[in-house]
């Protein structure tokens, strides 16, 4: 079994919904890869933040949540891919408001950190993703969700690295019933 904690957002149309219609795909995955199954064990309070880069694009609002999954990461990658294609999202466009858009943040099997680098059918995967530690809408949901967790490749908590983060626009909202 794996466990994940992936990160959703959108800044396209009725966010809140999109995320939830996010959440409830990610629980249908053997739609996509027949025999698997993932639970959600938690989801984030909703926040609202600036996208990145800075643009005149709408806001983004962002989940994280923690799920368990027979689905190696690989596979969880195919199931998002899907899921965000399935919610009309165009693969080849970069930086562009969008439904949803579905990160894997950390991963873990058996209590061991997981650490990928490479190339599945063209999809490039890289866990821990390499720009979480960046970015205050993926820590401030998983510091909600886990607030003592220590980032595998810098090796301070998320807590530490958030304090020395540069300011970020966002705003938390409120709890998202799934």
């Given at each position: 079994?794996?466990?994940?904690?992936?990160?959703?957002?959108?800044?396209?149309?009725?966010?809140?919904?999109?995320?939830?219609?996010?959440?409830?795909?990610?629980?249908?995955?053997?739609?996509?890869?027949?025999?698997?199954?993932?639970?959600?064990?938690?989801?984030?309070?909703?926040?609202?933040?600036?996208?990145?880069?800075?643009?005149?694009?709408?806001?983004?609002?962002?989940?994280t949540l923690k799920a368990i999954t027979n689905l190696d990461p690989y596979e969880l990658l195919q199931v998002i891919k899907s899921i965000e294609k399935d919610h009309g999202r165009n693969p080849n466009e970069i930086n562009q408001p969008r439904i949803i858009d579905i990160d894997i943040i950390f991963a873990q099997t058996k209590g061991n950190n997981l650490f990928v680098k490479g190339k599945d059918n063209d999809e490039k995967l890289e866990i821990p993703h390499p720009r979480a530690h960046l970015r205050a809408f993926v820590l401030m949901p998983m510091i909600e969700l886990a607030g003592d967790i220590v980032h595998p490749t810098i090796n301070i908590t998320l807590k530490e690295i958030l304090s020395e983060l540069s300011p970020q626009t966002i705003a938390k909202l409120h709890r998202i019933n799934y």
């Open positions: 079994m794996f466990e994940y904690y992936l990160s959703l957002g959108s800044n396209l149309g009725d966010k809140e919904s999109n995320l939830l219609g996010g959440i409830n795909s990610l629980t249908l995955c053997s739609k996509y890869i027949p025999d698997s199954h993932l639970k959600i064990q938690e989801v984030s309070s909703i926040y609202e933040s600036r996208p990145i880069p800075d643009s005149n694009d709408p806001y983004f609002f962002n989940v």
